[in-house]
């Protein structure tokens, strides 16, 4: 009974981890080339929404989450533009999309299908990989999950390996320290950050499409609800290092399924807000303890202007 | 001498039209949502006669309007502050929900209160909140080095979710079950308000008084002067001998003080009970609000005046032409994006008009000495 349990919890975590893990990846890409990324719930809402909607039409999973990523690359393409070349201000602005998605989204809703809400879509079935899904506790958990949980795996360690072994990562690294020194070695500035934040977008896109096509398998008014806030505080707290913040992720997530898990449990005697308040908790405790001395990227927030 | 004479007039021309960048940015938010009730079938014309029939049509809704700009005008004000000092402090619907719940704390713990202490009790007890909540995020900055974007941010889901615990769990109504609620304040813990005014209360004094008091201290006083040159240049704050940090610390306190006693005159104001989520979006909205008043606290009474016009409006619409309200977010956050790439086309003009000022001065320099070595 007890073993069920735990393998139960540790499922959902990492199915709750994922959409986190995956945003925190997007917000390392965005931040390393100095750009805040506070626009990143706002990529996912739109995401969520355009993979939903192709869903709907085209009943294909791999066009939906391709729909889904390339919206987020779009907005992403526009909040670069805003930002990187005409200099405005990167925390106003992101929040400025977050608003713009959330009003576009719940309104376009409204407007094609009414109060009634956006019809179920099917199930993205899990695919179990045969001996791996055997190993007893972490089995199930790792390798009895939709394909894009695997892709998500995949994902890690090839960005880590871009990021921090590829000449295009070390660019954008050295954009994020110190832009005109990186712009006296010949790096177009302008052009490594809007391709760090287009990938950030990507990567948030992913996450929407991720979170309603395999886990609400519907589209609900602000369906990220703060999933983008976690991730900007994964990767702030993964140092904005992609093996960090999918640390962090795991530990927002593993809090977050335990906000779940416990709601449903009715004998415990706590209230239920206050339950609702541990992955908030968690985070909070998380930068107490370990957050100390993390250095962010010394040209963050910045705008670099060529002269 | 003449042609630099034109070139000032032509400069100044410019720089009035880039001035007016926040009404510029308003107004695209408007147009934006316009063109977007035009989707449902509506003429664009009918939502501007509607909205400001909503906001403006009658006693009751002037009323409407007046109430919904309190809140934003006292959050906006403190938004103002914090940001004219450089803090980036975006949590203000965490601090107005605690300040909410400051007025409940004193309503009902301590019922016996004669009038003329009650409210002011609670308008100094939701400052105290506001500041406390703030004084988290300024403790995480100083001591961890964690930017006070992200903790103000965590903190704003922490107090929504703290109201209602409180008001599900120690503070729920013993009368009323059908809503999570406190019980009814007393009498003499509430403003006063006019039911033919459309239930306008007089928090829009208070709201008044703060936007003047406020103003004055950041424009007229030393600390004031203070305060926005360490928001300015940081290193030209600590060069001419002040403490940036101390600084830091102040308007971070002042500016979730105010968002405290938003809430709680928004709770006392609006209501005779705390309620869940009373004042969902209105921290953002604040937010909005200081930005197209300029970040000047003179200039957020305007436009807190706008936005509250703007959300009684939609409110109406919402009933008599079925506009989902998600279209306020909508027109939010249109305006922010423009009123920020606004600026930012401001800053780009300026610099190259200076560029362009310092090229002709080089080659005036230059044409100069050509003459000069010709003679």
Not at chain 2, 352 to 369: D, G, I, P, Y
Request: proline share 4%.
């Amino acid at each position: 009974m007890n073993v069920t349990v735990l393998v139960e919890y540790l499922n959902s975590t990492i199915r709750v981890s994922v959409p986190i893990i995956l945003v925190a990846i997007g917000v390392c890409y965005s931040e390393r080339g100095g750009v805040y990324a506070m626009g990143s719930e706002g990529y996912m809402l739109i995401s969520a929404f355009v993979s939903v909607v192709t869903m709907i039409y085209t009943n294909n999973h791999f066009i939906s989450v391709l729909a889904g990523i390339l919206s987020g690359m779009l907005v992403a393409g526009i909040f670069s533009y805003f930002t990187v070349i005409l200099g405005a201000d990167q925390v106003i602005c992101g929040l400025g999309i977050n608003f713009v998605m959330l009003g576009l989204t719940s309104s376009l809703q409204r407007l094609l299908w009414g109060v009634t809400g956006i019809p179920r879509i099917p199930v993205m079935n899990a695919v179990e990989i045969p001996v791996l899904s055997k190993i007893p506790l972490i089995g199930s958990m790792l390798f009895n999950q939709p394909i894009p949980i695997y892709l998500t795996y995949l994902l890690i360690p090839l960005v880590w390996w871009i990021m921090f072994r590829s000449t295009w990562g070390l660019q954008l690294r050295a954009v994020g320290e110190n832009p005109s020194c990186a712009d006296t070695l010949g790096i177009s500035v302008r052009k490594t950050r809007i391709l760090g934040i287009i990938t950030g977008g990507a990567f948030c896109g992913l996450s929407g499409a991720v979170l309603s096509l395999s886990q609400v398998q519907t589209f609900t008014e602000n369906i990220s609800g703060g999933r983008g806030w976690f991730g900007l505080i994964a990767a702030t707290f993964g140092g904005w290092n992609p093996l960090g913040a999918t640390g962090a992720g795991l530990i927002f997530g593993a809090a977050e399924s335990l906000q779940l898990r416990l709601q449903i449990m009715s004998k415990i005697n706590i209230s239920s807000y206050v339950i609702l308040m541990i992955p908030y908790l968690v985070a909070l405790l998380f930068i107490l303890f370990i957050g100390k001395s993390r250095r962010h990227p010394a040209a963050m927030g910045k705008f670099y202007k060529k002269y | 001498m003449k042609s630099d004479k034109n070139i000032k007039t032509k400069k100044s021309m410019i720089d009035i039209l880039l001035d007016l960048s926040p009404v510029i940015g308003a107004c695209i938010g408007i147009l934006i949502g316009a063109c977007f009730v035009s989707l449902w079938g509506i003429h664009p014309g009918t939502f501007f006669v509607e909205l400001l029939k909503g906001a403006f049509g009658d006693r009751l809704a002037i009323g409407s309007t007046l109430n919904s700009a309190v809140p934003l005008l006292i959050a906006g004000a403190g938004t103002a502050i914090a940001f004219k000092a450089g803090a980036n402090n975006i949590g203000q619907e965490g601090q107005l929900f605690v300040g909410g719940l400051a007025a409940a704390t004193v309503a009902l713990l301590i019922p016996n209160l004669p009038k003329g202490i009650g409210i002011p009790l609670i308008l100094i007890l939701s400052f105290l909140f506001g500041m406390a909540f703030a004084g988290i995020a300024i403790f995480f900055r100083l001591f961890k080095g964690v930017n006070e974007l992200l903790i103000t941010l965590l903190l704003n889901y922490i107090g929504t979710l703290l109201v209602s615990a409180m008001v599900n769990g120690p503070f729920k109504s013993t009368t009323n079950v059908s809503f999570p609620q406190t019980d009814t304040f007393g009498g003499q813990f509430l403003l006063t308000n006019w039911p033919t005014m459309g239930y306008m209360h007089t928090g829009i004094f208070v709201a008044v008084a703060i936007i003047i008091i406020t103003g004055y201290y950041l424009w007229f006083t030393p600390a004031g002067l203070r305060l926005r040159t360490a928001g300015l240049s940081p290193l030209a704050s600590e060069t001419a001998g002040n403490n940036p940090t101390k600084i830091f610390i102040i308007a971070m306190f002042i500016s979730g003080g105010l968002c405290g006693i938003a809430g709680s005159v928004e709770v006392i104001g609006r209501s005779d009970c705390l309620r869940q989520g009373f004042g969902t979006n209105i921290g953002f909205e604040s937010l909005a609000v200081a930005l197209l008043g300029g970040t000047n606290p003179f200039g957020v009474l305007p436009a807190g005046l706008f936005f509250g016009a703007l959300k009684a409006g939609m409110q109406t619409m919402q009933r008599s032409l079925g506009i989902p309200s998600a279209l306020l977010d909508l027109i939010k956050g249109s305006i922010m994006i423009s009123i920020m790439v606004g600026n930012a086309v401001k800053v780009f003009i300026k610099t190259n008009n200076q560029k362009r000022q310092m090229k002709k001065s080089h080659e005036l320099a230059a044409s100069k000495e050509k003459e000069a070595s010709c003679q």
